[in-house]
């Protein structure tokens, strides 16, 4: 299975992703987790990526595209993969399609969630994450059991540096005006299927699931 997860900052991308990987067996490429990764063990890679990273600003292409390329090339990706925050911008995805044409391969579904405005601010505002293993939260959706502390491995939660309100109306402008016209590009290429995100999500991950088959 070859997906890839649409949608603003804070459409629950990340969230499905973790399912789907699991009911799928596929791995979760995650553009942004790649650079929060390099970011904290210091590579150059990360260096450059932090500045317009906390700003809400796309990393530029060149940067990014390569860097997927070399992912999909490993062999946990042979039999499939989710794409999650990637491609980002029309340039992106037509160096996926390239690639994909060089490969034999063919996208199954472009996943594209909808959800408003109102709605992604509250969740990426009230969005938490371990400092140690990375797992999810939220302060009113998927509180944890002790406050500020991961339910899974007793780490800490921090947000993310970008989802303070500045940066996330900064985010979502950037989707907007970035990343939106793929809802275009793939609707041509009739890949698209549209979800409505604002539902609660287990029911998203069942109506996905529906689509894709079991
Ligand atoms: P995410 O975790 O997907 O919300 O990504 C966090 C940040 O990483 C974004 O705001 C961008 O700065 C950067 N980023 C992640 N994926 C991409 C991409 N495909 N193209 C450009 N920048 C990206």
Known sequence: MRAVLL???????????????????????????????????????????????NSGQLVPDELVVDLVKDRLMQD??????????????????????????ENGQKLDA??????????????????????????GYHIKNIPPKVEGICDKCGGELEQRKDDTRETAENRIAVYEESTAPLIGYYTETGALKNFNAEKDHSVVFEEIVKELGE
């Open 7 to 53: 949608g603003p900052p804070g459409a629950g991308k990340g969230t499905q992703a973790v399912k789907l990987v699991e009911k799928y067996n596929v791995p979760q490429i995650s553009t942004g987790d790649i650079f929060r990764k390099n970011i904290k063990e210091g590579t150059e890679l990360g260096k450059k990526a932090q500045e317009y990273m």
């Open 76 to 101: 946990d990706c042979a039999n499939g993969y989710l794409l999650d925050g990637f491609p980002r911008t029309i340039f992106q995805a037509q160096e996926l399609d390239k690639f994909l044409a």
């Open 110 to 135: 472009v996943i594209n969630f909808e959800v408003g405005y109102e709605t992604l601010m509250e969740r990426l505002t009230g969005r938490r994450i371990c400092k140690k293993c990375g797992a």
